[in-house]
């Protein structure tokens, strides 16, 4: 039996998966599809899991296939850095960071924070992924992740070490025209929102408040993704609660102006690592950074 593992195999998974198919990953890798198909089976076999399967005409991956394909890309990752670094000399190489962003939180904060980090460094190069913290944890401990910029930290049952680098107040922002319909006083009773998800940790915080303010508003749409709902808040669909550090941007971007509204609600900041010491300049430039974007 063969022992060692086939990295051709992994560029055959990254291209069905991509593709979500054997004939569309044929054609964009100029592999003939039994070829393809073959070389699938046999890093199946090698792994003893089935990594994909069929729902309809495409292939989708399983849950051990979503892992070979996060350490796959890592693997391509390093290589291209490895020829990066050789190509410049051996020295003073692009660093290569994996970078998981929860998706509940402003990527207005998260894009300030990386662009900090190219300022500092600027061979820096970041693979960045979105997802859920139900998700981009288990990629941190599974190390195919060095960190994760989140608004919330790790569940104490994880061998993941969290940092909260920030606090930041919450307000409720609303289109210029929604403004204008809304009562200071009242609270939010009746008015409409748009939330995060109630998997949030900012979500938790806003219900706790509601709770407490006995309001209860029209919420009419949540979303794990903050720029999609400041797009629909945009629209005048309802208001929406940001962050103190990006209302600039959110006023410049989307057009939304804060509501005469005091909260109380605080949305933190947290790095996670699944070691406790950094090991690259990369990671350090950016847990450093977090301390200071939008300020604590």
């Known amino acids: 039996m063969n022992t060692q593992l086939n990295y051709h195999h992994l560029r055959y998974l990254l291209a069905v998966a991509a593709e979500g198919g054997i004939?569309?990953?044929?054609?964009?890798?100029h592999v003939s599809p039994p070829t393809l198909s073959a070389q699938v089976r046999e890093l199946e076999e090698f792994l003893g899991t089935?990594?994909?399967?069929?729902?309809?005409?495409?292939?989708?991956?399983?849950?051990?296939?979503?892992m070979v394909k996060g350490y796959a890309e890592r693997i391509y990752g390093f290589g291209d850095e490895m020829v990066e670094v050789i190509r410049r000399g051996g020295a003073g190489g692009a660093e290569t960071v994996f970078v998981g962003i929860v998706d509940a939180l402003p990527k207005l904060l998260a894009s300030r924070l990386l662009v900090r980090a190219f300022e500092q460094?600027?061979?820096?190069?970041?693979?960045?992924?979105?997802g859920m913290p139900g998700e981009l944890f288990p990629a941190l401990s599974a190390h195919q992740l060095d960190i994760v910029i989140?608004?919330?930290?790790?569940?104490?049952?994880?061998?993941?070490?969290?940092?909260?680098?920030g606090r930041h107040g919450?307000?409720?922002?609303?289109?210029?025209a929604l403004k204008k319909t809304y009562r200071p006083g009242s609270g939010l009773s009746g008015f409409p929102v748009l939330l995060p998800?109630?998997?949030?940790?900012?979500?938790?915080?806003?219900?706790?408040?509601?709770?407490?303010?006995?309001?209860?508003?029209?919420?009419?749409?949540?979303?794990?993704?903050?720029?999609?709902?400041?797009?629909?808040?945009?629209?005048?669909?309802g208001a929406t609660p940001a962050i103190d550090p990006v209302l600039p941007d959110v006023a410049a971007r989307y057009g939304l102006i804060e509501l005469p509204l005091k909260t109380g609600i605080y949305e933190e900041l947290f790095i996670v690592t699944a070691e406790r010491q950094f090991s690259h300049e990369g990671q350090r430039a950016i847990a450093r950074l977090a301390r200071d974007v939008g300020g604590k």
Do not use: Q, Y
């Not at 004939?23 to 890798?29: E, L, V």
């Not at 029209?218 to 669909?237: H, S, V």
């Open 50 to 66: 089935p990594l994909f399967l069929r729902e309809g005409k495409s292939l989708v991956l399983t849950h051990a296939g979503c």
């Open 150 to 165: 989140a608004n919330e930290a790790a569940p104490l049952k994880t061998v993941l070490f969290s940092t909260k680098v």
């Open 170 to 176: 919450v307000r409720f922002v609303a289109s210029p």
């Open 121 to 130: 460094l600027p061979l820096l190069h970041v693979v960045v992924r979105e």
């Open 197 to 237: 998800t109630r998997e949030s940790a900012l979500r938790r915080e806003i219900d706790r408040w509601f709770a407490e303010k006995r309001a209860t508003p029209m919420i009419r749409a949540e979303f794990d993704d903050a720029a999609a709902m400041w797009e629909m808040a945009a629209a005048g669909a």
């Open 23 to 29: 004939k569309a990953a044929s054609d964009a890798i």
